[in-house]
């Protein structure tokens, strides 16, 4: 089945760019000029994944990836015209699972775009135990069949966050895909090449330290005191790590 991209940018020669080269090489493409258009579209017939841009007149990207968050984990990939190492991690703080800047190579832009893909469908396809290595302890299961951040529980079916409410907590992709590497491995440290491998991350894909950014906003989220990790914890010394450390039931903190 071929896989159906949204594209959302107000710039229409642009959009219409990428739209024509995302179509020479097999996607569906709905391109839309305005987040509105695009929510407009949506709900008629839903993507298997975005590439937004991130500052338009309407609504900007962020205001499109909260939105497709409160019902989907499908990757989201931002357009900016910023540039440079510290806007990448402006960027990728803002939840998208991927960041390219302006002007893109389309090239890079198709890689990207089949390394989310590849991600995606490896996570529902390959079960955890058969991700492991022989370097990694064989996995081990926590006490309780759920698996708890915090105060929030892993949902495989649905790949998300709940509280004990049933209340979402949002999470990208590439979050969900490194909190199940944790839960299939509590207890075990892993390094940053571990968890990129584990993860199903193209290593072509990440700069250096993108894992320890991805760990902070993740703490922001599940620590019930993220300047004092107590959920997934920095082990230094022998090349370093982070460990998860699980518990039986939700941990607000102290």
């Given at each position: 089945?071929?896989?159906?991209?949204?594209?959302?940018?107000?710039?229409?020669?642009?959009?219409?760019?990428?739209?024509?080269?995302?179509?020479?090489?097999?996607?569906?493409?709905?391109?839309?000029?305005?987040?509105?258009?695009?929510?407009?579209?949506?709900?008629?017939?839903?993507?298997?994944?975005?590439?937004?841009?991130?500052?338009m007149p309407d609504e900007d990207g962020l205001a499109?990836?909260?939105?497709?968050?409160?019902?989907?984990?499908?990757?989201?990939?931002?357009?900016?015209?910023?540039?440079?190492?510290?806007?990448?991690?402006?960027?990728?703080?803002l939840g998208a699972d991927d960041y390219l800047a302006?002007?893109?190579?389309?090239?890079?832009?198709?890689?990207?775009?089949?390394?989310?893909?590849?991600?995606?469908?490896?996570?529902?396809?390959?079960?955890a135990a058969e991700l492991g290595h022989a370097a990694?302890?064989?996995?081990?299961?926590?006490?309780?069949?759920?698996?708890?951040?915090?105060?929030?529980?892993?949902?495989?079916?649905?790949?998300?966050?709940?509280?004990?409410?049933?209340?979402?907590?949002?999470?990208?992709?590439?979050?969900?895909?490194?909190?199940?590497?944790?839960?299939?491995?509590?207890?075990?440290?892993?390094?940053?090449?571990?968890?990129?491998?584990?993860?199903?991350?193209?290593?072509?894909?990440?700069?250096?330290?993108?894992?320890?950014?991805?760990?902070?906003?993740?703490?922001?989220?599940?620590?019930?005191?993220?300047?004092?990790?107590?959920?997934?914890?920095?082990?230094?010394?022998?090349?370093?790590?982070?460990?998860?450390?699980?518990?039986?039931?939700?941990?607000?903190?102290?």
């Amino acid at each position: 089945m071929t896989t159906r991209v949204a594209l959302v940018d107000d710039d229409d020669s642009l959009r219409e760019s990428i739209r024509g080269y995302l179509v020479d090489v097999g996607f569906d493409v709905d391109a839309y000029s305005s987040v509105k258009a695009f929510r407009e579209g949506v709900a008629k017939l839903a993507p298997d994944m975005v590439i937004t841009d991130l500052r338009m007149p309407d609504e900007d990207g962020l205001a499109l990836l909260s939105w497709v968050r409160t019902f989907s984990q499908m990757p989201v990939i931002m357009l900016t015209s910023i540039d440079g190492p510290t806007d990448r991690v402006v960027g990728l703080e803002l939840g998208a699972d991927d960041y390219l800047a302006k002007p893109c190579d389309m090239r890079e832009l198709l890689a990207r775009v089949r390394t989310q893909l590849r991600r995606l469908k490896n996570m529902a396809a390959v079960p955890a135990a058969e991700l492991g290595h022989a370097a990694v302890p064989a996995v081990q299961k926590t006490p309780s069949a759920e698996v708890w951040f915090g105060r929030w529980r892993l949902d495989r079916q649905r790949r998300r966050l709940v509280d004990a409410d049933g209340m979402d907590c949002p999470i990208t992709g590439a979050d969900y895909s490194l909190l199940a590497v944790f839960a299939d491995h509590p207890k075990v440290v892993l390094s940053r090449d571990k968890l990129i491998e584990l993860a199903g991350i193209d290593p072509a894909e990440v700069f250096d330290r993108a894992i320890d950014m991805r760990i902070t906003r993740l703490r922001k989220k599940i620590e019930p005191t993220p300047g004092d990790p107590t959920v997934i914890k920095t082990v230094r010394g022998h090349g370093g790590g982070y460990e998860y450390v699980p518990r039986e039931g939700p941990d607000y903190g102290r």
